[in-house]
């Protein structure tokens, strides 16, 4: 495996890996992001993976100086796990010089849900992202499901700006008590990750539910019992709802039924917060 920390060294490298599939992270590995990677080399081709945690989607506030960097690991849990080449820049190295060119997301779709709670957020996510393909120029990416309205808005941005780059989405991987894989997960105390799974079961349930019924004021309501559970059971609840999985817009009525939509929620557990979604 090889390993660049320069956007010199990567141009330099690229020619050896082509046909390649990118796996963007920040770091902090975990199994969710290991099975991306090996959804990328059963695609075939040389997989490269970025590592950087980028400043410009964390807003005020929020964790970015605490984030973990733990590059060592990550890179022999990628070593073992067959990954190509590395690129794992430092702040300096992605933005040399102060990033006043950004992509500003279509707001019907990144301006609701979690970039409404986080304005600003999805200008970031793009903003990095463009510029890693720009950068790595693969043919493919793969993004995991548990960021749902983050793998639509890249998969729109891709669509909008004709990169031919084809966007993989792989299903949430989750602890064998639900917990979707995150790496904010180990700032949970014991206590708190014990009470954890209770969100995914609330979300699971009301895609269970919801899935019987056919009208949107039947969703709502059902939505409402789902909020008042999660409070109930000592959540902070940022939003709970269902969309269409298609564009993440309220279900009209004749849109209700299986197959179309998803449920996305929210929550704060003490410090640390968790997002999930169940499609149905």
């Known amino acids: 495996m090889e390993v660049v920390r ?10 050896r890996f082509p046909e390649r599939l990118l796996v963007p992270t920040m770091g902090n590995l ?5 099975a991306l990677v090996a959804e990328a080399r059963r695609r075939g081709g040389p997989v490269v993976v970025s590592i950087f945690v980028n400043r410009l989607q964390f807003g005020a506030g929020e964790d970015f100086d605490r984030y973990p960097r733990t590059l060592a690991r990550d890179l022999d849990l990628l070593r073992e796990a067959g990954c190509d080449l590395v690129f794992a820049p430092d702040e300096g190295e992605m933005y040399p010089e102060p990033q006043t060119f950004r992509v500003r997301p279509d707001p019907a779709l990144a301006g609701v849900l979690e970039g ?3 304005p600003g957020h999805f200008e970031g996510v793009t903003t990095v992202v463009m510029k890693l393909f720009a950068l790595t120029a693969p043919r493919a990416a793969v993004f995991g499901k548990k960021d749902y309205q983050q793998l639509l808005v890249i998969r729109r941005m891709v669509a909008q700006f004709g990169f031919p780059i084809e966007i993989i989405a792989h299903e949430t991987v ?3 008590d639900g917990l979707a894989l995150s790496s904010r997960n180990g700032y949970l105390s014991p206590e708190e990750r ?3 799974p ?5 979300l699971a349930g009301l895609a269970a539910e919801a899935g019987k019924l056919e009208q949107p004021a039947a969703l709502r309501a059902a939505v409402a019992r789902a909020e008042a559970r999660l409070w109930d059971a000592g959540f902070g609840v940022d ?3 269902i969309r269409r999985r298609a564009d993440l817009g309220l279900p009209e009525a004749g849109e209700v039924g299986p197959g179309r ?4 929620g929210a929550v704060r557990l003490g410090s640390t917060r968790l997002i999930d979604n169940v499609e149905f």
Do not use: D, I, K
């Open 261 to 264: 939509l998803v449920v996305l």
């Open 30 to 34: 975990h199994a969710g992001h290991l």
């Open 194 to 196: 014990s009470r954890a």
């Open 174 to 176: 989750r602890e064998a």
């Open 6 to 15: 320069t956007r010199e060294a990567l141009r330099a490298a690229l020619p």
């Open 198 to 202: 209770q969100f995914y079961a609330v």
């Open 116 to 118: 409404a709670v986080r």
């Open 239 to 241: 939003y709970v709802t």
